[in-house]
């Protein structure tokens, strides 16, 4: 914040305290305007539900939270300091559930995880028990080419399952999964919830959840 | 949930984990590999056939054609550097990675150059012999091609991730990257030249060597930054 001569109000005060906040959050690609003076806080145990059609900018301000765009206005922060200044830490918090798995197509599940596991801290879970949580615990041998899409979607939840980190970025996480598959998201993300973990989700559905939501539609 | 004690894995775990990645991706797909070395075996082994094989000329332009054959190659495999991690999504999950960027981005380059300059270097001895090339000049040649591939691999690395977006890139690409690669052609070509004449060549060894390091240690931010550039 600026300095000024004012006291801060409220809703400044508790952006800034919050864990994850962003105050007036403006981004322009192109010639559109994707959202403009857009705010949130984001506590322990809470999860920010980012609502709206298909291409109004859900994908773009996760891209944002995770500090790989630059906003026209407003900063993102995590802890009261700027994400942008403290990247690297800041994405040592974090894991990220995109559109695209980043999951190498020629590489069998143990190795994409391998691999995971030698950038992030992991958690103390299980990798075994995470497995057979999410039904892929006989895939670990294949090439992931080799599986179906909402396999291989369930491989990069075990990513996520195995990252310790507090916070989740989820872009459309029910994307390729069958019922049971988007219960069980559903269960993870109560779980980590209620670890005091905080959770970001873009979604297109109704999500029912025993939680704090902070809903942003965008338009 | 968060144990604040425990730390996020070394820097060298993540440079190895990355190598060792594409190490493993370019075993289980070898085409990428032998693309560029079998392009880098055809021009060697044509030209002979399109100038005529009289010694002389051989052992004069033998030098030159295997540096710029080793040039276009190694331009070839550039593409495929950050290529398929742009498209699978891997690219992304590298920017959100607590590892440093640029230690990841060298990762990849050592990786990148394992895969398409070593395997250059160890072949480009049998190529030199059809040009008639003594084997203390082949010595020199693959000592110019270790530190000049070493340095196109880096110098390409800064270019591939400025143009990873975009399709079709490749002439981008080269047009970005050869004004930087020059150097590396005219000192390699002309020391092994020199060499052959039973001249003085070592400066020419010196330079590529100091080009080398220059680019083994700004290249890396380079790449990292245009890698966040052009994933913007």
């Not at chain 2, 984990?17 to 190490?23: E, K, Y």
Request: proline letters at 5%.
């Amino acid at each position: 914040m600026c300095p000024r001569n004012s006291l801060p109000s409220a809703t400044e005060c508790k952006l800034l305290t919050a864990k994850l906040s962003a105050a007036n959050l403006t981004l322009i690609r192109g010639e559109r305007c994707l959202f403009e003076g857009l705010d949130f806080a984001l506590d322990n145990g809470g999860l920010l539900l980012l609502e709206g059609r298909n291409g109004c900018g859900k994908t773009s301000l996760m891209r944002a939270i995770a500090g790989m765009l630059s906003l026209e206005t407003g900063e993102i922060h995590w802890n009261g300091v700027p994400v942008l200044q403290q990247r690297q830490t800041f994405h040592g918090e974090l894991v990220w559930l995109a559109h695209r798995t980043g999951l190498k197509w020629d590489l069998t599940m143990v190795e994409n995880l391998k691999f995971e596991r030698s950038l992030r801290r992991q958690s103390d879970r299980d990798p075994e028990e995470v497995y057979a949580k999410l039904g892929i615990e006989r895939l670990k041998r294949l090439p992931l080419r080799s599986l179906s899409a909402g396999q291989q979607r369930r491989v990069a939840l075990a990513r996520m399952l195995l990252a310790d980190v507090p916070l989740w970025l989820m872009d459309e996480p029910f994307t390729n999964l069958d019922r049971e598959g988007r219960k069980l998201v559903m269960e993870l993300v109560e779980d980590h919830l209620g670890a005091d973990g905080m959770c970001v989700m873009a979604a297109h559905q109704d999500v029912e959840i025993d939680a704090p939501v902070t809903k942003i539609r965008m338009q | 949930m968060t144990d604040a004690h425990k730390e996020q894995p070394s820097i060298f775990s993540g440079l190895a984990a990355t190598a060792r990645r594409d190490l493993l991706l370019a075993w289980k797909r070898p085409g990428d590999v032998l693309n560029p070395l079998f392009f880098f075996a055809m021009v060697c082994t044509l030209f002979p056939l399109a100038v005529g094989p009289s010694a002389e000329q051989l052992e004069f332009s033998g030098p030159g054609v295997l540096w710029v054959a080793a040039l276009l190659a190694t331009l070839l495999s550039l593409n495929s550097l950050f290529g398929s991690d742009f498209e699978d999504g891997s690219l992304d999950q590298l920017l959100v990675s607590p590892q440093p960027l640029p230690v990841l981005a060298l990762g990849k380059t050592a990786a990148h150059w394992l895969t398409s300059g070593l395997p250059l270097v160890l072949v480009s001895p049998i190529l030199a012999i059809t040009y008639r090339m003594p084997m203390s000049v082949v010595g020199v040649m693959m000592l110019t091609l270790t530190l000049g591939t070493i340095t196109l691999s880096l110098l390409g690395s800064i270019g591939a991730a400025l143009t990873v977006g975009l399709h079709r890139g490749t002439a981008l690409l080269s047009l970005l990257i050869l004004p930087l690669a020059m150097p590396v052609l005219l000192l390699g070509a002309n020391t092994v030249s020199l060499a052959a004449g039973n001249d003085v060549y070592t400066t020419g060894i010196w330079a590529l060597g100091a080009y080398a390091i220059a680019s083994l240690s700004l290249a890396p931010y380079a790449t990292a930054a245009a890698l966040r550039i052009s994933n913007e």
